[in-house]
Structures are given as C-alpha cells and as structure tokens.
C-alpha cells in the first residue's frame, strides 16, 4: 500500500478513481488564480541529478554516460531509488516536502504528474521546446496538468500477453488467445502434454502494491466495467466490474492461477515464466529483451491482453521526466531533459531495454519491427490503454484499490463486498 505522507498543501479537490483531473491544491499565494506557479526561467548550468528506479538493465547509466561525455561541466548523477514503485513515490514526496534540491530531475510514473503539478513539486516546462507532436497523444497527455505540460515523456507502457508459442503449437492451438475462457480452455488442453503437467496457467501482478491496481483496473475494463462513470462519479460497484474482479478470485480458487502469484510483482512473474512455470504471462515489454536471454528463447510471443468477450484493455503505464522545483542548474536540467527523452534515446532504451518508445515513428519503422516483432502488438495496447487515476491523491485511490482488490483474491471478501467498500471508500473522499 502507497504509504501516506503529510501534506505541506491541504486540498479540498473532490477525489475521483479514474482519468479526471482534480481542481489544483496550492498555496494563497503561488502567483495564479489556479493555484499553479508560473513557467520558471530556467537559469544555471552545472551538475545536476537524476533520480530513478534502480535501473536493472544498465541503460539508464548509458544514456547519462554519453551526455557526461559531452558535457564534462555539466555532469549528471544518478541517484537510484528503490525499484518498489510506492517507495520511489514517497522518496521524491519527502524530497520535495522539504524543498530539497537533492533531486533535479525526477524519472516518474506517468500517474503521479496531476500530484506533482498541483502540489508544486515540479515545474511547467515550456511544450513548444520538445517534439510533442512526434509522440503518441495518449502518452503525452500523461505529462500534462490542466492543460499545461508538467512532465515529459520517456517511455511508455502498455500490458501484453506473452505466450509459450511452442507448447501451444505442440497442444493444436494456432493462435493466443483472445477471451479469458479460451485462455483457460488452452491451459486445459497443454496440461495434457506430458513435459506440461506441473505447469501453472496465468499471472499477473496481485501483490498489494501498485501492479495490483494495475491488474484490477485491467479486469475490469476488459470485463466492460469502469471505475469511474462518465462524468468523472465512482461507479464501480457494477455487474461489469464484478465480472472482472470474478475472473482473476475464480482463477485463483480454481488454480488457473497459481496461489504464489498473490507475492509476484513485476519480476518474480517475468522469473516464473523464463524458468517455464508459467504458459501465459501479463507484464509490460521490457520482459520480452530478458526472456529471449533465457531458457524460453525462440518458444514464446507477445499478444493483446484477452478479455471477457474479446481483447481486453491494458492500463497506461510508462515514464515521464520531470523537473523539481526546488533544484539548482535548472537550465542545465531543461536541456539533459531534452537529451533524455529524444528519438535517438527512445531507440536506445527500445533497443537496449525493450522499452516502449513514446514516438510513432520508431513502432513503424520496419528494421526495428522485424528485430522486435511485438511493437504492432504493443502500439495498439497503447493507443487503446485506460489511463489510471490522473488525480492529485493519486495515492489515496490506488491505496483503496488495492485494499478491497487483494481481499477479494484473498478470500476474505466476496467480489460483491470488496466493490460495495471500495465505492463507499471512493465516495467517501469524494466528499472531502
């Protein structure tokens, strides 16, 4: 569960639990009717800092090596964070509650922009000096905050099916599957495959942290459920949302899901499927760079999330940068942050890392597709991706989601009770 902060800024915004942008929560006098600073001049040159998740594929730290390389004066270190992501949140929010410059530049989960923005952590950047228009729309809207630009994107994120191609092929099935019934209907027929016979079915992300958010609001949205209607009002308490919450607390009653998987997070799945435990797997593309170094090399592929009665939706996820108000050196970091986020480095964190590029044009380009054939697969997870909350209390919705979601996989609440309590949980801050 995200861990709660105190709040330097009290806000009375009126919380919602999907895609709606909160009215701001600042200070008297933060110099706009909107509660939101004005664009900052960036001045000052020299080193700065870059604080992120602690980078497992070495990328990152190549990416900074070559603009310290080129900017000896002007030097970039890298202050890893831990790879939990609730951690790494509530590091940067006792960071800026401080008003600590120790962080210049922060490498943030595209939900936490609204947050940032509207409690002035970070600064607006100016959007005409960065190629927006080059980018996904769907993902540059993640780094915007009443229509202003707040957070730039790096990578984004869509959730895929990997698939083990070979034992499917072996079973007499041809394609992945695209509803959770024939995803279940497969398990049962490569179970009786001798060399298949201990294998588990599915996993995703159950453990209470943010994946589980993440897989929550994905059942649901591929069951044809919202959490929020559309005006913006919580409604998950619904028929259609209670038939995703259904399919993932029946998969682990009746084992398409294996029980250790309500401990995986985003690594111990992508472990379970290259050792070959797993025949299906939701993650994001990072894995497939991994597992084509691992035993299941050239045995799986990658396809659209299934759903209820077709292909389901996957959640939005990714990374922004963006940029502390409280750091030194800002116009050094306006330009690093340019550095970082450019085509050439999108294809070198897509190249390196399997990280979704933000640009259209690197999932067209047909060298790259033939070398990492899920990009088609991936751009239409995109472009059809359900943005989470974009709210200023991102935390205190993800936090409820994830409460009333790990006690129904758990079997202390029914589905039925566990969305009757997260509604009133959203309801309740809803009135604040």
Not at 296 to 312: Q, S
Not at 334 to 362: I, V
Not at 405 to 425: F, M
Request: net charge neutral; with cysteine.
């Amino acid at each position: 569960m995200i861990a709660r902060t105190s709040r330097v800024l009290q806000c009375s915004a009126v919380l919602v639990a999907a895609g709606l942008v909160l009215t701001a929560c600042g200070s008297s006098d933060s110099g706009s009717s909107s509660g939101q600073s004005k664009s900052p001049s960036f001045t000052g040159r020299g080193p700065i800092t870059f604080a992120a998740a602690k980078d497992s594929s070495g990328v990152v730290q190549k990416v900074i090596d070559n603009w310290n390389t080129q900017h000896p004066k002007e030097k970039v270190t890298f202050v890893q964070l831990p790879a939990d992501v609730n951690q790494q949140r509530q590091q940067m929010i006792q960071n800026a509650e401080t008003k600590s410059d120790a962080y210049t530049v922060l490498w943030m989960d595209v939900v936490w922009t609204s947050e940032f923005a509207a409690h002035q952590w970070i600064d607006q950047l100016p959007a005409d000096q960065f190629p927006l228009d080059k980018m996904l729309k769907p993902v540059v809207e993640t780094g915007k905050y009443r229509g202003n630009l707040y957070a730039v994107p790096q990578s984004s994120d869509g959730g895929v099916l990997y698939y083990r191609t070979d034992l499917l092929k072996k079973a007499g099935i041809s394609a992945a599957p695209t509803t959770w019934a024939e995803m279940r209907a497969d398990c049962a027929k490569v179970k009786q495959l001798p060399e298949a016979k201990d294998l588990d079915c599915y996993a995703g992300q159950f453990q209470k942290y943010e994946g589980l958010t993440v897989n929550f609001a994905e059942a649901v949205n591929s069951a044809g459920g919202v959490i929020t209607d559309a005006a913006g009002k919580p409604n998950v308490n619904t028929p259609a949302a209670k038939k995703g919450l259904d399919f993932l607390v029946d998969s682990f009653k009746d084992g398409t899901i294996p029980k250790e998987a309500i401990t995986y997070q985003e690594e111990e799945g992508r472990q379970a499927f290259q050792s070959g435990k797993l025949l299906f797997l939701r993650n994001w593309p990072y894995v497939y760079s991994l597992a084509e170094k691992s035993k299941v090399a050239g045995k799986f592929a990658v396809a659209p999330l299934p759903g209820l009665t077709g292909a389901g939706s996957s959640s939005l996820g990714g990374h922004n940068v963006a940029l502390s108000s409280f750091a030194k050196n800002k116009a050094t970091a306006l330009d690093f942050m340019k550095f970082f986020t450019s085509e050439a480095s999108a294809a070198t964190f897509l190249k390196d890392a399997s990280m979704a590029p933000p640009y259209g044009s690197l999932y067209d380009d047909a060298a790259l597709v033939e070398q990492y054939p899920y990009l088609p697969v991936l751009k239409k997870s995109i472009l059809g991706a359900v943005p989470r909350p974009r709210v200023v209390q991102y935390g205190d919705a993800s936090s409820a989601i994830q409460q009333e979601a790990y006690a129904a996989l758990n079997g202390d609440k029914s589905s039925a009770q566990a969305l009757k309590d997260l509604q009133s949980e959203l309801q309740k801050s809803a009135a604040l």
